[in-house]
């Protein structure tokens, strides 16, 4: 089976620049993650969708961050304004809900973002 | 979700066991310990999780001390390919809301396997 897909691999902007990250998840995976791993630093959940709807976004900077997930497949996550401080690497997880006893998330090889 | 504690590194020989400590003291009753781990320039990969019985699976065991205070991930056999950043993780499954399906990683251990 396919994994997480996500695009680009590698993003170089300016501050003050926008950029958006795509992720398509596995087929069927109704549940979908964005993390932020900045260096030396552990993943940290931005936003939770299931289906098309948010389930969480308590850490998602809303001021310069968005994200979106229409149709409930493919989701798109949007900073902009970019600051220096969002160089990281951004990570897309998907969960089947036939794994919703266990909980496996199926991660991405996610995006590095560089903010000069 | 209950914090936990991991040594930031630890070193293993090839072929050797790695055990990877972790401490979940504040662990509740119907959390489960997870373990993932992150080899570079990857995204975390799915190990093994458990309640309170020891578990084991193709990639390693989990060892659950009885009052499930601590627990520690064994890789029986290591080899260079396991060297990567190992998160332990406790979460409750299955409770539904907005915490559902959520990991709350830490910085994690990061096993480096020498030849």
């Known amino acids: 089976e396919a994994g997480v897909a996500q695009s680009p691999r590698y993003k170089i902007i300016e501050k003050r620049q926008s950029v958006a990250f795509w992720c398509n998840p596995i087929?069927?995976?109704?549940?979908l993650y964005w993390y932020q791993q900045i260096l030396g630093q552990g993943p940290k959940l931005l936003i939770q969708f299931q289906n098309n709807g948010v389930v969480d976004d308590s850490q998602l900077p809303k001021d310069r961050f968005s994200a979106e997930r229409l149709k409930g497949v493919d989701s798109t996550l949007k900073i902009q304004p970019a600051k220096l401080e969002d160089s990281a690497v951004y990570l897309c997880?998907?969960?089947?809900?036939?794994?919703?006893?266990?909980?496996?998330?199926?991660f991405g090889e996610g995006s590095r973002l560089t903010v000069l | 979700d209950a914090k936990t504690t991991q040594p930031p590194s630890m070193d293993c020989a090839e072929g050797r066991a790695a055990n990877l400590p972790c401490n979940h003291s504040?662990?509740?009753?119907?959390?489960?310990v997870y373990w993932y781990r992150q080899i570079h320039s990857q995204g975390p990969q799915y190990i093994i999780h458990?309640?309170?019985n020891n578990e084991t699976n193709e990639m390693a065991s989990l060892i659950i001390t009885e009052d499930r205070k601590s627990s520690t991930l064994i890789l029986p056999h290591a080899t260079l390919r396991d060297t990567a950043v190992y998160y332990c993780i406790v979460r409750v499954v299955g409770a539904g809301g907005t915490s559902y399906g959520k990991l709350t990683f830490g910085q994690g251990t990061i096993l480096t396997v020498h030849p």
């Open positions: 997880a998907s969960r089947s809900p036939r794994l919703q006893a266990t909980g496996e998330l199926f």
């Open positions: 458990g309640l309170k």
């Open positions: 087929s069927g995976h109704a549940t």
């Open positions: 504040t662990i509740s009753g119907n959390e489960y």
